[in-house]
């Protein structure tokens, strides 16, 4: 069982940068991809970012591509997205999440992939 809290969304100008943090609970963390995703009012969720659980493959939907950067530190059991040149169709909630198949070097895009979610935390460029 994996338990994730997201943290560092807020208020942030357009040309303006945010770092997203989402801290893990449980020691089988560092076994599993880790993803972001976000959902805009009346979207469905979309695909942000992924990154194995060794850190060696990443992927970022073509949206992102270029601004945003994922990572993670094993050692600490946490996973960011660092986020420069947000724009307003950035503004979503931002939620990351756990791929359950442990030590895979696979990138995983679909939500249906995914086992374990966190709350999500607001995202919200001004223009």
């Known amino acids: 069982q994996v338990q994730l809290v997201e943290s560092g969304g807020g208020l942030v100008q357009a040309g303006g940068s945010l770092r997203l943090s989402c801290a893990a609970s449980g020691r089988t963390f560092s076994s599993y991809g880790m993803g972001w995703f976000r959902q805009a009012p009346g979207k469905e969720r979309e695909f942000v970012a992924v990154?194995?659980?060794?850190?060696?493959?990443?992927y970022y939907a073509d949206s992102v591509k270029d601004r945003f950067t994922i990572s993670r530190d094993n050692a600490k059991n946490t996973v960011d997205l660092q986020m420069n040149s947000l724009k307003p169709e950035d503004t979503a909630v931002y939620y990351c999440?756990?791929?359950?198949?442990?030590?895979?070097?696979?990138?995983?895009?679909?939500?249906?992939?995914?086992?374990?979610w966190g709350q999500g935390t607001q995202v919200t460029v001004s223009s």
């Open positions: 999440a756990a791929n359950s198949r442990r030590y895979s070097s696979g990138v995983y895009t679909s939500s249906s992939e995914y086992t374990y």
């Open positions: 990154i194995s659980w060794s850190a060696s493959n990443t």
